[in-house]
């Protein structure tokens, strides 16, 4: 019972929610109750998330372990900030301003830094050992340089061909285009595999089980 029972509410979910937009053309019926339904265990499993944050990083800060100060740190912010938030809303404008001005700089510092890992990481992996490392690499170094502005000096965007930037958009806009399209035709398509699999039962290990 413990295999089947949600291998058949899987099954079903899908079914309904299946028949009713492609068939029935209800999607704002059965599809919408469902939606209310994911957006409620959403909000389960945030609690949840914060539950488990607290077991584990509660653990830390009570041993004293290795930095155990970030994780106090880490604690009194996301209660406190999930206080003020549940007490004034999300409309808010300094609960708002909050999110507003820590987040997005540092996102920003974030990504920043991990442009230099990537340039080490790009170092690493584009070494022109066969042909196809050559020319992925000598495509990565155009695009790179045809971003910044020495490449408008070195061949500017008024000369054949549009310069730098006019081949840049071209390998961009056409050879990456058609592979990317190739890559999200292939994803789609296991995904939509890896889906009826589920439908029909024959995957499980989304559910723990084999």
């Known amino acids: 019972m413990r295999r089947n029972v949600p291998v058949i509410l899987t099954t079903v979910t899908a079914v309904i929610v299946f028949f009713s ?9 059965w599809p919408g109750r469902f939606d ?19 077991r584990v990083h509660g653990n830390v800060v009570l041993k004293k372990d290795r930095n ?18 549940m007490s004034v809303g999300n409309t808010n404008d300094t609960y708002r301003w909050f999110y507003n001005a ?10 920043s830094m991990v442009a230099f890992y990537l340039t080490s990481a790009s170092y690493k992996a584009f070494r022109a050992r066969t042909v196809d ?6 495509c990565a170094v155009w695009v790179m340089i045809s971003n910044v502005p020495i490449g408008d000096k070195l061949w ?18 056409i050879p990456n285009s058609a592979v990317s ?30």
């Open 68 to 85: 155990w100060i970030f994780s106090a740190w880490l604690l009194l912010v996301m209660y406190v900030y999930a206080i003020f938030g």
């Open 156 to 173: 500017g965007s008024e000369s054949w061909l549009g310069g730098m930037a006019g081949v840049r958009d071209w390998i961009v806009s």
């Open 181 to 210: 399209r190739g890559i999200s035709v292939g994803s789609t398509l296991g995904a939509f595999a890896t889906q009826l699999r589920i439908l029909l039962g024959l995957e499980r290990r989304h559910l723990g089980q084999g």
């Open 133 to 138: 490392a050559a020319l992925m690499m000598a």
């Open 21 to 29: 937009i492609v068939l029935f053309k209800t999607a704002d019926v």
């Open 102 to 111: 820590f987040i997005p700089p540092v996102n920003a510092t974030m990504y």
């Open 36 to 54: 209310r339904m994911q957006q409620f265990m959403a909000a389960v499993m945030m609690f949840m998330g914060m539950a488990n944050m607290t």
